[in-house]
């Protein structure tokens, strides 16, 4: 009787941290944002850590130390490649905008002009109504509405919050990594002695099919960009470096990615043929970019997302589409974003504790055979 009281008793405390785990998780959602991309950066590196802790020359080896750092700086130093990659062609666009001559606000005029007149022919604007008087009074209502100190203080405040949020992600990241061993051990502990093996098996496996997503994740995203690099370079569109980092970048989300890579997209390659001049139609180009960027969403949702979830997490596509719904309807993009790898937590979960039932057995059966 008295093993019982003690086995409910444990039972119930557990659930109340994890309760109150996730109330703290939601209260202070700024640094559980900052945890989450650490631990993502976290299972990038464990790989080069790994791979770096084998180097031995003579009687020289790499010490946990070095190995922590120099994998963090070289998963670091190609993130923010990729950014400045992004930064370098936004820059080019922003100072192609702001040295618009005459002949290309004439231009822009004389397209004002064309979709006036095709939406009068549909209907949707009435003939008294011109789209330009409209076009400059929204604009102008807009300035007027815009508090300068106000703009001012938020762009401080919003730079001052990056800086904090890199050096914070940054200096998690690495103690995350320098202390993974003893981190492991510590949460092992909090539970009940009977289940501290489960969780050193949760923990094992789940760091491995983890690692293994978000490496594949980042290989999809390379090769997403570079795919659509070549195509709009070969279809002649101009700033397509920007467009292509940019729909690359995208694929972190599941299927509302290609919805806002097509409108970028489509919004850059329209300012860049208009500000390159000559002759270079602005339909033709968005057109481009849309074959581009479809494209290159179809052969990845098929062949490539595929490929990757069901060799790194063990799961067939059909659970992966459920779990991406399921996980958007219930909490949005960042629900869609994490909703694989929360799914994969649970299945190995699920099976360590669960593992004798037979609806758990069925559907992590993929999980079983990967571990054979």
Known sequence: MKNNTNKWFSTVSLFLGFAVLIFLGWYFSAITTYIVISLIIVLLCSPVKKL??????????????LASTLSLTIIAGILFGLFAVLFVPLTEQIKAISALESEHLDR?????GQADNLLKEYGILKKSENLEEIVT??????????????????????????????????FISFFFLKDIPRLKRAAVNMFPS?????????LMRSNELLSNYFIGLFLEILIITGLQYVILILLGVPNALLISVIGGILVIVPYIGVVIACVLGCIL?????????????????????????????????????????????????LEIFIVVLVSGYLAGVAGMMLGI???????????????????VKTFTKSLSEANE
Request: aromatic content about 14%.
């Open 137 to 170: 009074a929204s604009t102008l209502n807009y300035i007027r509405n815009i508090n300068l100190s106000s703009m001012f203080n938020n762009v401080f405040q919003l730079i001052g919050e990056l800086f904090l949020g890199i050096f914070s992600v940054l």
């Open 269 to 317: 390659g329209a300012l860049s043929a208009f500000t390159a001049g000559g002759d270079m139609d602005m339909a033709i180009v968005v057109w481009k970019v849309l074959a581009a960027i479809i494209f290159c969403r179809l052969l990845d949702s098929f062949f490539l997302l595929p490929y990757i979830a069901s060799k790194s997490v063990k799961a067939h596509p």
């Open 341 to 359: 790898p929360a799914y994969t937590v649970i299945r190995i979960v699920a099976q360590e504790f669960f593992g004798n039932n037979n609806f």
């Open 52 to 65: 770096l802790k084998k180097i031995r020359f003579k009687k020289f080896a790499v010490g946990n130390l």
């Open 108 to 112: 822009f005029n004389q397209t004002i």
């Open 194 to 202: 009977e289940r501290q093996s489960k969780i050193r098996q949760i």
